[in-house]
């Protein structure tokens, strides 16, 4: 059970640590301190001011497109992907030495859950990239605080352009003519509340949009504007928010901590969590317990999350899920541990070559989910003949790539799958003719690449 765990809310075991004891071992580390902050992410100013230049390159070369303008958005470009990769450096540390990256899985699955429609394409790897110092602080906490810091986070609020959004009748826009932006309020009602068949009309869309016209982010941060909002009362799922002529930041946080406990919402996320950490066809009935849970509790993540690991459905299903590639190429740094100086002196072209290539090659770009409702979850989306080749190719290179001295495979496939791996697989271990061929064809292996 220890095993199956780990590979559902971890990324898989470890030659450093024991796992977690059962479920009641996986639910205490919800009420501990998230180890995974030993090892600090990109810097959050820096990247939000790499980003915002790059943005601002952007429209310059639209504007006025030379060749200084083009040399100019290529040189912010590349300055913003060294914050990119500096995310990647993160999260593999974070694979391969925390005790038990509880707080990965989950921060993981928050950032496909906020994900944002976002053009051009290259930027699609900053929202999640940028919000996970949002989204991480809340994952054994409260949605509706999530919520909130996700909705008012500088990246959400440029790159849905919110933050050049104006009420018409605000004195902004009466000056200016600006009128509204729906990209944040449409996402949060269809994608990040209450779901793409929830109760919300087009004119709960508007009015909430209305409601949030003030919100305004720059490389300094967030704040609101109340001279870009607009004045009076919204009403969205038929409460209203405002009174008076001057718009206030009290009635957003009001809406959202609205749509936050909305019982549309619990069950939205109730699914997502059932599919994604437990199979791709969930028992309606666990789906059911946890959405109870999350209306009981006003959406407290960390009974949910506690629900979702000790439930009786979720318990013998192990392999009803496919690794996606991510996920896949972490286990296997996590199973092949190398030292922590190692994988921080990878440079750029190295994580080109051993994980943002071959995760490509798998089906999945780094950061770039292909439309705003996140990456697919249904396991035909990810084994496939190419992106299984990929998978066996990238097996057999990282032995080498990632340690210099190499267990014997018979070792290594316990420390790797414990009592999950198959005679075949242990069998393929002990003929292996060299120990780089064992452990790649370990890590190849059928239990290797579910959970």
Do not use: C
Request: net charge neutral; hydrophobic share 45%.
């Amino acid at each position: 059970m220890s095993a199956q765990l780990a590979a559902r809310y971890g990324y898989g075991l470890s030659p450093q640590f024991d796992p977690p004891a059962g479920a009641a071992g996986w639910i205490d580390l919800l009420g501990a301190a998230d180890p995974g902050l030993a090892f600090p992410g990109p810097d959050r100013e820096a990247a939000i001011d790499a980003m915002t230049a790059f943005l601002e390159a952007i429209r310059l070369e639209r504007r006025n497109n030379n060749a200084a303008t083009r040399r100019a958005r290529r040189n912010a470009s590349r300055a913003s992907l060294r914050f990119v990769f500096d995310g990647v450096r993160t999260a593999l540390i974070r694979a391969a030495h925390v005790p038990a990256p509880l707080h990965d899985r989950l921060t993981e699955f928050w950032q496909d859950h906020f994900t944002v429609e976002v053009t051009p394409v290259r930027l699609r790897a900053w929202v999640p990239l940028m919000t996970a110092n949002a989204i991480r602080p809340h994952v054994a906490g409260r949605f509706a605080d999530m919520l909130k810091a996700v909705v008012t986070h500088p990246a959400m609020l440029l790159y849905l352009d919110q933050a050049t959004a104006v009420g018409p009748n605000s004195p902004v826009g009466q000056r200016t003519g600006r009128g509204l932006n729906e990209n944040l309020a449409r996402e949060v009602l269809e994608l990040h509340t209450l779901g793409v068949d929830g109760p919300y009309t087009q004119d709960d869309v508007r009015q909430l949009a209305e409601l949030f016209t003030g919100l305004h982010a720059d490389h300094s941060g967030f704040r609101f504007r109340p001279n870009m909002a607009e004045p009076g009362y919204e009403t969205v799922l038929g409460v209203r928010y405002g009174a008076g002529p001057r718009a206030r930041f009290s009635d957003i946080d009001a809406v959202l901590d609205d749509l936050a406990r909305h019982p549309a919402t619990a069950l939205h996320i109730a699914r997502k969590l059932a599919v994604h950490f437990i199979s791709d066809q969930p028992d309606p009935r666990l789906i059911a317990d946890l959405a109870h849970s999350f209306r009981d509790s006003d959406g407290d993540l960390n009974v949910v999350t506690a629900v979702l690991i000790d439930h009786p459905l979720g318990q013998d299903s192990f392999g009803a899920k496919a690794k996606r590639p991510m996920d896949y190429i972490l286990s296997g740094v996590r199973a092949l541990a190398p030292p922590a100086d190692r994988l921080t002196a990878l440079s750029n072209t190295d994580l080109r070559n051993l994980f943002d290539r071959p995760m490509q090659a798998m089906g999945q770009t780094y950061r770039r989910a292909p439309g705003p409702d996140g990456w697919p979850e249904a396991t035909e989306a990810w084994i496939t003949p190419q992106g299984l080749a990929a998978r066996i190719g990238w097996a057999m290179a990282a032995p080498v790539a990632f340690r210099r001295d190499l267990p014997d495979p018979r070792e290594f496939v316990t420390t790797a799958l414990g009592p999950l791996a198959s005679e075949a697989t242990k069998l393929a271990a002990r003929a292996a003719e060299t120990r780089w061929e064992g452990i790649g064809l370990v890590l190849s292996a059928p239990e290797f690449n579910r959970r």
